[in-house]
Nanobody
Framework: VQLQASGGGLVQTGGSLRLSCAASGRIFSNYRMAWFRQAPGKEREFVASINWSGSIANYADSVKGRFTISKGNAKNTVDLLMNSLKPEDTAVYYC????????????WGQGTLVTVSS
């Protein structure tokens, strides 16, 4: 499984960005996909996850109500729509995937940088 994240960039506080994760290889319907982020000097943290059908999503409290994870319009993509961005959302965002019967995310994309200016 290969994951390719894209869509990062520089945005002002209150702005929006849409990240996309393209998955290739042996993706099965029992996979769960997620976005994590890592800010400078901090540990990587969970942002949001969704099952492959797109019916069940979970969010970190810090982004709930502002971010939306969804299946993308393109085949085998997962998007993260980020609204009302804050400077503390600045981080490298990674997409990740795992089978639902595995606790650990085994597959990771290369990361895309999101910078929110104040």
């Amino acid at each position: 499984v290969q994951l390719q994240a894209s869509g990062g960039g520089l945005v002002q506080t209150g702005g929006s960005l849409r990240l996309s994760c393209a998955a290739s290889g042996r993706i099965f319907s029992n996979y769960r996909m997620a976005w994590f982020r890592q800010a400078p000097g901090k540990e990587r943290e969970f942002v949001a996850s969704i099952n492959w059908s797109g019916s069940i999503a979970n969010y970190a409290d810090s982004v709930k109500g502002r971010f939306t994870i969804s299946k993308g319009n393109a085949k085998n993509t997962v998007d993260l729509l980020m609204n009302s961005l804050k400077p503390e959302d600045t981080a490298v965002y990674y997409c990740a995937g795992r089978p639902i019967d595995v606790a650990k995310y085994d597959y990771w994309g290369q990361g895309t940088l999101v910078t929110v200016s104040s």
